[in-house]
């Protein structure tokens, strides 16, 4: 790996971190997104959630599954399963002194698959809209690893 | 970013290295707590698991899903999706240079806050309890987000 | 903690990187595999997916569990409630200067024993097989933790 004090510093740890930053924000928009459908579908997981909008017997109808709520869900833990590991492996690659605009081009085709992929789910636009947009993310990811293993491996 | 030799040496990196060490920590408890219900609760996911348990067809009346097994499970999904922002902002919050005491504020009030959830949805406490402790975490990470963003954009 | 500049350049950092990269990869290789089976038992989650393999009524009829594509997310969840931990106090772990040698234990172990879970998770193979290598790695996490707040605590 490169010299330290030309990593953290560096242009390219600085565009990780704005762009990893940017992508854990879009992650975490998914929560108030997901209580969001709960509270207008009514579709509660706990029963005291529940209680707060309904009484008796209402309350019990109200702890459900809904459609909605659930593809919300599933799109929330697809982005954990890619934001997860872009960030890892993201950060080493990062520190592993790339060519700053390879980097860069790494970053956004990763942040903007994972934007499209979010918006292909919650519409939801037809396949294979969502299918292409997390491949893409995928592949960025795959290829970051493999700059990552091929420039530093240890074993 | 500020010099780098002053970063991870920092008091700062180490303040953030000892309370994401902490949740980290908090959160893989509830792999155990998973555990010790699905055991209690005789309530497992799979057939395998079901077959220590019990023998023929009691075991397959073992594989089902029990409500507080649930509970446990939602409290450990919503940690990941929180405590996996919480790390890579915080990450790279830390290494932004910031001012100690703000630093370690953001770090206090995150862990309590998720200290807090955590027991909030186990017991369960009545709402707003777990909002208000969700949401006060949340808070704290978007505000590293924001201090990270606005001193040290890159797009 | 050590001077910087032995840090990221050092034996132990290039070890960490290598493997907690191998491990994300790992867990990455988790989604075509959950593509894999959803596609071959044609059991979707989503109506736009099942569409595609599907007209009509056929369609309707995709959307649906299935206890092998079940099996396969609940392997990715636990790889994800386990790497994710790791990852994040491996990394301090990494940058608190440990001995070579007992990091790189710790790192071999770990990924070991995930990539024997998730064997044991698809094969499957009978209890406890899985159990002990859940076991193993967890203990692995701890071990790292420990040495990480031991020796550099600040509250």
Redesign the interface.
């Known amino acids: 790996?490169a010299?330290?004090?030309q990593?953290?510093?560096s242009?390219v740890?600085?565009?990780y971190?704005?762009y990893?930053?940017?992508v854990?924000?879009k992650?975490?928009l998914?929560?108030p997104c997901t209580a969001y459908f709960r509270i207008t579908r009514k579709a509660f997981?706990?029963p005291?959630?529940a209680?707060?909008h309904g009484k008796g017997e209402q309350a019990k109808k109200y702890v459900r599954t809904d459609q909605d709520v659930?593809?919300v869900r599933?799109c929330?833990?697809n982005d954990?399963?890619?934001?997860?590991?872009f960030?890892?492996?993201g950060?080493?690659y990062a520190?592993?002194g790339p060519d700053l605009y390879t980097a860069l081009l790494h970053f956004r085709i990763f942040v903007g698959s994972r934007v499209f992929h979010s918006i292909s789910y919650l519409v939801?636009?037809?396949?294979?809209c969502?299918a292409l947009s997390?491949f893409v993310g995928?592949c960025v990811?795959?290829s970051m690893?493999y700059r990552?293993?091929s420039t530093?491996?240890?074993?």
């Open positions: 790996m010299e330290l004090t990593l953290i510093d242009e740890f600085l565009a971190s704005t990893a930053a940017i854990l924000l992650m975490m998914m929560s997981a706990n005291e959630d209680g707060v659930e593809r599933r929330h833990l954990l399963e890619n934001i997860v590991p960030f890892g492996i950060l080493l520190l592993s939801p636009l037809p396949q294979p969502r997390f995928f990811t795959i690893a990552l293993l530093s491996l240890y074993l």
